[in-house]
């Protein structure tokens, strides 16, 4: 199973399937913009900035599930964008746990096996994926995103 079977909403509310992103290596980050990690916005349009001309994308879902969000993902984007010039793409608020979670979300938080694996325990917690849409990598909320960078260009290099 690959993440190409979900689908996604963009903070306009503009529908996609992830099959948009085929052949990418795709960052997904739970985020919240009024959290102690918020600063990591700043690394992560760094890595996209730097590395999508080589099929690399940051896509961010804004979550409230630990009530650390806005009140929408258009005003979450908004206040990403104007803070840390984010570009990347933002989704809708994303709900992460529980039977109301989005299924890319359940889908990725069973895909590992290691202390990282089950549900997701904070805000900025980051999953990679491979170019051919499989589960690659899962890093924690501290992880900062630079330290992503040696599995990113291993990713990009395949």
Same mark, same amino acid.
């Given at each position: 199973?690959?993440?190409?079977?979900?689908?996604?909403?963009?903070?306009?509310?503009?529908?996609?399937?992830?099959?948009?992103?085929?052949?990418?290596?795709?960052?997904?980050?739970?985020?919240?913009?009024?959290?102690?990690?918020?600063?990591?916005?700043?690394?992560?349009?760094?890595?996209?900035?730097?590395?999508?001309?080589?099929?690399?994308?940051?896509?961010?879902?804004?979550?409230?599930?630990?009530?650390?969000?806005?009140?929408?993902?258009?005003?979450?984007?908004?206040?990403?964008?104007?803070?840390?010039?984010?570009?990347?793409?933002?989704? %809708?608020?994303?709900? +992460?746990? *529980?039977?109301?979670?989005?299924?890319?979300? $359940? /889908? &990725?938080?069973?895909? %590992?096996?290691?202390? +990282?694996? *089950?549900?997701?325990?904070?805000?900025?917690? $980051? /999953? &990679?994926?491979?170019?051919?849409?499989?589960?690659?990598?899962?890093?924690?909320?501290?992880?900062?995103?630079?330290? &992503?960078?040696?599995?990113?260009?291993?990713?990009?290099?395949?």
């Amino acid at each position: 199973m690959n993440i190409y079977q979900f689908d996604a909403t963009l903070e306009d509310g503009t529908h996609y399937s992830l099959e948009k992103e085929k052949g990418k290596v795709i960052l997904i980050v739970n985020t919240a913009s009024k959290c102690g990690h918020t600063p990591q916005f700043k690394e992560l349009e760094a890595l996209y900035e730097k590395y999508q001309d080589q099929g690399f994308v940051v896509l961010g879902f804004p979550s409230n599930e630990f009530h650390q969000e806005l009140a929408t993902g258009q005003e979450a984007a908004e206040a990403c964008r104007l803070q840390y010039g984010v570009t990347f793409p933002m989704h %809708t608020l994303t709900t +992460l746990k *529980g039977e109301q979670a989005d299924p890319l979300f $359940k /889908f &990725l938080q069973t895909q %590992t096996t290691d202390e +990282l694996s *089950g549900d997701i325990k904070w805000n900025f917690t $980051k /999953f &990679l994926i491979a170019r051919d849409g499989h589960f690659a990598a899962r890093f924690a909320h501290r992880t900062a995103p630079f330290e &992503l960078i040696p599995t990113i260009e291993k990713l990009l290099e395949v």
